[in-house]
């Protein structure tokens, strides 16, 4: 099993610029989610998925979209990325209700000019 | 709302010393889930512990122990004898209860851990 595989792992944008980070898990796991990592902040909930189709807003979830066609998959979407999403990003994802112990790609560097 | 503390920005210690990590929580719920993770130098969020609300035991696995106590919404995390390799940020998060939102965990700030020779 690979586990959670994040990609890419270092991306730089310019500011307006779109781009969709990729995470897939191979644990057929139901729950996924997209945390970011900024200095001094701990980690803060973009958004999660409670299963195929079902997404929901997380702590900031502006300006990032994200959709769950398959169980497998999460894609976060920056619709115009702005300097202030500069951060790392993680994706994570969990058994089942009962765990709750998240698994956590290893992370998207990105910075936004 | 759901919060988490962890007041100790940064900790250093020089190797074999007993080191401390607190966290402090808040929430509503009576039911939740408290954890601890481990993010070295190299940046993977490494899964430590869970703990339910009801099971106040302390918990030991080897070097690491936790200490558990809803009288003060503590749940402080304890390495003994430290290692050079236990350098790392150590993250305490909270996930609320309700079976609906296994992804959603509230993190603290993250304390950073120096351990030297």
């Known amino acids: 099993n690979a586990g959670v595989t994040q990609t890419p792992k270092f991306q730089v944008l310019k500011t307006g610029q779109s781009m969709t980070l990729q995470c897939a898990q191979d644990?057929?796991?139901?729950?996924m989610s997209w945390y970011r990592q900024d200095p001094g902040m701990g980690l803060r909930l973009i958004h999660y998925?409670?299963?195929?189709?079902?997404?929901d807003q997380g702590e900031v979830p502006n300006g990032y979209n994200v959709s769950r066609s398959t169980t497998e998959d999460f894609p976060l979407r920056l619709l115009s990325a702005a300097p202030s999403q500069t951060s790392v990003y993680f994706c994570?994802?969990?058994?089942?209700?009962?765990?709750?112990?998240?698994?956590f790609g290893s992370g998207t560097q990105l910075s936004v000019l | 709302a759901q919060k988490v503390t962890q007041a100790q920005t940064e900790i250093s210690v020089v190797e074999k010393e007993d080191v401390t990590l607190d966290c402090v929580y808040e929430t509503r719920d009576t039911t939740y889930y408290l954890f601890w993770y481990k993010q070295p130098p190299s940046g993977e969020l490494v899964f430590l512990i869970r703990?339910?609300?009801?099971?106040?035991q302390n918990e030991i696995s080897g070097r690491y122990s936790w200490n558990f106590q809803k009288s003060t919404s503590s749940f402080n995390f304890t390495i003994t004898a430290s290692q050079v390799v236990d350098s790392a940020v150590y993250f305490c998060a909270l996930s609320e209860g309700n079976t609906g939102t296994a992804s959603k965990l509230t993190f603290g700030t993250g304390t950073r851990l120096q351990v030297t020779l």
């Open positions: 994570a994802s969990s058994l089942d209700r009962r765990t709750k112990k998240l698994f």
């Open positions: 703990r339910n609300s009801f099971d106040e």
């Open positions: 998925s409670v299963g195929a189709g079902i997404t």
């Open positions: 644990m057929n796991h139901e729950y």
